[in-house]
């Protein structure tokens, strides 16, 4: 009879080492029954002159649009608008397009950098602008760190022009 209770209390004691290991309590990471496609970021540029006149636009006087813009990232050089497409990862492809002009729908012009993993971290990353017309070249500094939080995604970037830290998009006026 004691043995039996012995045999019973330490399947009893089993049972729950199991059952405190449950994965679904592990608030560390994405719950096991669910699929995340964590989206890509990039990092957006709006130049204007000091009155405001989107100099991005190939329209507006003085426009710097066509005058040979490039990116250095990671000691590559980037022409904007040469279509660059690699691929960066094996899961949901962001895919690093350089740098590029965007037209958002009120009809000003942006330069795009990106895009980048969301689901990674960046540390200080340097791009520089070279805006071919003479002019100081632009830094622009990002980090960018991603974690799990009660199983939801959650990330935050910081952005850096010549070393302040300033919004996504960044607004630079020359």
């Known amino acids: 009879m004691k043995t039996r209770f012995l045999l019973l209390g330490a399947m009893l004691l089993s049972l729950c080492c ?57 000691d590559k050089t980037y022409e904007k608008d040469s279509l660059v497409c690699e691929v960066l990862s094996r899961d949901y492809l962001p895919r690093f397009y350089g740098l590029q002009t965007f037209q958002t729908k009120d009809g000003r012009y942006l330069l795009i950098i990106g895009e980048f993993y969301g689901n990674r971290d960046y540390n200080n990353e340097s791009i520089i602008l070279d805006w071919n017309d003479g002019t100081p070249k632009d830094t622009i500094t990002f980090s960018h760190k991603f974690w799990w939080e009660n199983q939801e995604p959650e990330s935050e ?3 850096r022009l010549n070393g302040v830290e300033t919004d996504n998009p960044i607004h630079i006026i020359k």
Do not use: H
């Open 157 to 159: 970037t910081i952005v």
């Open 18 to 74: 199991f059952t405190s290991c449950n994965d679904d309590e592990n608030l560390d990471g994405p719950a096991p029954d669910v699929i995340w496609d964590i989206y890509p970021f990039g990092i957006s540029i709006e130049v204007t002159d000091a009155e405001g006149n989107d100099l991005l636009n190939p329209e507006t006087e003085n426009s710097i649009a066509n005058q040979g813009i490039k990116m250095i990232f990671r």
